[in-house]
């Protein structure tokens, strides 16, 4: 069974910071994950990429998490991490953890975790 576990999700005030971690189980990760990452939605908008991250280590960032936001992984546990620094309300939404699966490669998505930044 093909499972994407988030945590580290919550409420946190301006200025503050969360580290959001994911791990991705099932037969068909055995062989490990290509990209991983981190997708956002906030009411009323589309859902869009925050960050994410090849397999040997690439990231790439939305614009304006830049310089705020860092991702990680760890190949050995099929986890990423997103380390969220200096949160600003704007960044308040349902963040859904993604894995592509080596063979076949085909995308997967966690049930996603609230983020919430207070003013």
């Known amino acids: 069974q093909v499972q994407l576990v988030e945590s580290g999700g919550g409420l946190v005030q301006t200025g503050g910071s969360l580290t959001l971690s994911c791990a991705a189980s099932?037969?068909?990760?055995?062989?490990?994950?290509?990209?991983m990452g981190w997708y956002r939605q906030a009411p009323g908008k589309q859902r869009e990429l925050v960050a994410d991250i090849t397999r040997d280590g690439r990231p790439n960032y939305e614009d304006s998490v830049k310089g705020r936001f860092t991702i990680s992984r760890d190949n050995a546990k099929n986890t990423v991490y997103l380390q969220m620094n200096n949160l600003t309300p704007e960044d308040t939404a349902v963040y859904y953890c993604?894995?592509?699966?080596?063979?076949?490669?085909?995308?997967?998505w966690g049930q996603g975790t609230q983020v919430t930044v207070s003013s």
């Open positions: 099932g037969r068909i990760f055995s062989p490990g994950t290509n990209d």
């Open positions: 993604t894995a592509v699966a080596i063979f076949p490669s085909r995308r997967y």
